[in-house]
């Protein structure tokens, strides 16, 4: 008999696919500005409140050390109350969050707030691409997570416009760009009851005629007449709550964890390092803010087609030879921008990098869930997220560090190096595209 979870991969991409990408994309880009505006307040702070680099590296930082801690809550949570409800909850949290931010009257206020914002966006983007991968199709699962990846690429457009037309316009400017930080906490309302909870934790929760019930709602909007359900045996919730949940450290699972935690480790060390400093380090060399605003935002539009491209040779290539192949290219990148010292030459080596690491990250997030059993799959992208976010806080804090001993060419010499070891371990992660999902 045909399960619920096979029937949901052999359907094909309809518009209840679209709701739900765009849906969870919607939140996974109000992320991305919050992540992306704090890069320009950093960087209108230090003129305003003259602030050390010390000081602005803690407001960089601090975000992230609440984010490993939320990636980490949020994927256990996820595998035991609901993908969506986690969602919600945590663009709740830091939607609010951000707001609260806005009204910041010292660098202790703002870092407090900074650190819960991180917590709420830790926890909701591994829970976001685990929910889209397990309604995706199987022969286009790859494809439709790093288009959901993608709309990170907006969110920190919008953040970049925001910091070009807003944050410079006034010494309130900064407040007025995060003030737009509470729009995360209205959507909340519309992940909780717009977006469906994922079949496979239904299913592993006992809870089959919700699952059933979705499933023939997806079955309907392909025109799929719906067979009769699945004969698989129904636990109780007893039973469930008494099953072994297996570990993300199981005989079985540890290589490809620990490659995917040195993956998540390398990009984000190097990510986070570079693009949170950007807008700062432009002023370093002698632009004025407005034009280092001007020069991020035109970084920035690079990162559309690098998602497009992956989103395309992911299911062309595969999971693991794109993901290699990105990061290669984004060490690279980031070597030639840190040798770069024209205007043509920073805003051409800046595009490269923003194209290869950006459509690196779809790659990981499309790879992630496909390593994991359905018990452990929040907990695996979860845990590997949070281990990740660990660099994030790392980065910024050595930024000022590494350009002090040697410059641009040092501080991005290391984040090159960082991108060879990611590459290095990618090409050991086992290949599942095309795949049925494990349930167990």
Not at 240 to 262: C, F, H, K, Q, Y
């Amino acid at each position: 008999m045909t399960t619920r979870t096979q029937r949901l991969d052999d359907l094909p991409f309809t518009g209840r696919h679209r709701r739900l990408l765009t849906g969870s994309g919607v939140g996974w880009a109000l992320d991305a500005m919050d992540v992306g505006l704090i890069s320009f307040v950093m960087a209108a702070l230090a003129v305003q409140w003259d602030l050390s680099s010390t000081q602005l590296s803690w407001i960089g930082s601090i975000g992230f050390v609440g984010m490993a801690i939320g990636a980490s809550l949020g994927g256990l949570l996820a595998d035991r109350v609901g993908r969506r409800q986690v969602f919600a909850a945590t663009l709740l949290v830091y939607g609010l969050a951000t707001g609260a931010a806005a009204l910041s009257t010292s660098v202790a206020m703002l870092i407090v707030l900074r650190f819960v914002v991180g917590l709420g966006l830790g926890a909701e983007l591994p829970v976001a691409s685990t929910l889209v991968s397990e309604f995706a199709p199987r022969k286009v699962r790859g494809r439709v997570v790093v288009a959901l990846e993608a709309f990170w690429a907006v969110g920190w457009l919008l953040a970049a416009l925001i910091g070009y037309f807003v944050v410079p316009t006034s010494d309130n400017g900064w407040r007025w760009a995060l003030a737009v930080g509470l729009v995360p906490a209205a959507y909340a309302l519309v992940v909780r009851f717009g977006l469906p909870e994922s079949v496979r934790y239904l299913e592993s929760r006992g809870r089959h005629a919700e699952a059933e019930a979705i499933v023939r709602d997806y079955e309907q909007s392909a025109g799929v007449t719906s067979v009769p359900e699945d004969e698989q045996p129904v636990r109780t919730v007893a039973e469930v709550e008494r099953a072994p949940r297996g570990s993300v450290w199981a005989p079985n699972l540890r290589r490809r964890t620990a490659a995917l935690w040195i993956v998540w480790f390398g990009i984000n060390f190097s990510y986070y390092g570079a693009f949170i400093w950007l807008p700062s380090l432009l002023v370093a060399q002698g632009f004025d803010l407005v034009t280092s605003f001007g020069y991020t935002l035109l970084i920035t539009l690079a990162q559309l087609p690098g998602y497009g491209v992956a989103a395309w040779l992911i299911e062309v290539w595969g999971r693991r030879l794109t993901l290699g192949v990105f990061l290669v290219g984004s060490a690279v990148s980031a070597g030639l921008f840190g040798l770069a010292e024209t205007p043509s030459t920073i805003v051409a080596a800046g595009m490269a990098l923003s194209f290869f690491n950006l459509g690196a990250w779809g790659a990981l997030y499309a790879i992630g869930p496909e390593l994991y059993p359905t018990p452990v799959r929040g907990a695996g992208t979860g845990s590997a997220a949070a281990f990740g976010r660990l660099a994030s806080i790392i980065a910024p804090l050595l930024v000022p560090v590494l350009l002090g001993a040697g410059g641009n060419g040092l501080v991005f010499g290391a984040f090159a190096a960082s991108f060879v070891v990611a590459a290095v371990a990618a090409f050991t992660l086992p290949e599942r595209a095309g795949t049925v999902l494990d349930e167990r």
